[in-house]
């Protein structure tokens, strides 16, 4: 079975900060994807960043960036250069095929001004 | 513009009644998802498509059906069995890489918000 994890329901940060939202996963799978969503007032999912869990390398699109740590099936995403209109609620997804994308719960961030 | 549509936004249900959930693609893709999001929660599979005239169900089936005609689109009833409908709904869509063993990223929708009277 696979589950994926958000401990941190909400959080919080200033304009311009950094802020690490944490996920953590579990599958027995050797070839998976790991997804970061956003999810905005307005409610339509939206992809921020993808990770392949045979690339080493970590994902990076613009100001957002994962930590992607196999060995302890941990999957953390760091937004830098907080801007308002990063408030939103962010999932945390996990692909191991082409049927399925199982979610975390959520973590609710807001951008403080 | 490419894209997902899905209509309407806001719909209203009284007991006992069917509704249908409309969901369209221009982006060629090949699989298509419904997902149910309730508060606090992530989203839980519905159903799923991969090819016209097929579909499977997925996580939560039960009271929910669906068709695939068209590769563009694949739409969501929302029968009197659904015991407790009043929820959000998206629908997703992804290319698949290989045939029922990859996937690719799923792209979704602006969702409906389903209200039972």
């Known amino acids: 079975a696979q589950t994926v994890t958000q401990s941190q329901p909400e959080m919080s940060v200033q304009e311009a900060e950094t802020v690490t939202l944490s996920c953590t996963y579990d599958t027995s799978e050797s070839n998976y994807y790991l997804f970061w969503y956003k999810q905005p007032p307005s409610r339509q999912m939206i992809l921020v960043i993808r990770?392949?869990?045979?690339?080493?390398q970590n994902a990076t699109e613009n100001r957002f960036s994962v930590n992607f740590q196999k060995a302890a099936k941990s999957f953390s995403l760091k937004i830098s250069d907080s801007q308002l209109g990063d408030t939103a609620m962010y999932f945390c997804a996990l692909s191991t095929g082409a049927n399925n994308l199982f979610f975390g719960t959520g973590t609710r961030l807001t951008v403080i001004p | 513009d490419g894209g997902i549509t899905q209509s309407p936004k806001y719909l209203f249900r009284k007991e006992g009644q069917n509704v249908t959930l409309s969901c369209e693609q221009n982006l060629n893709h090949d699989a298509m998802y419904w997902y149910r999001q309730d508060p606090g929660q992530g989203l839980r599979l519905i159903y799923y498509s991969q090819i016209v005239n097929d579909f499977q169900k997925g996580d939560i089936a039960e009271g929910y059906s669906v068709s695939r005609e068209k590769k563009e689109s694949f739409p969501l009833t929302v029968t009197s069995a659904q015991k407790n409908p009043t929820a959000f709904y998206l629908c997703?869509?992804?290319?698949?890489?290989?045939?029922?063993?990859?996937?690719?990223?799923?792209?979704f929708g602006p969702g409906t918000r389903l209200t039972v009277l």
């Open positions: 997703a869509s992804s290319i698949i890489v290989l045939w029922g063993q990859s996937t690719d990223t799923q792209y």
């Open positions: 990770q392949e869990a045979y690339k080493q």
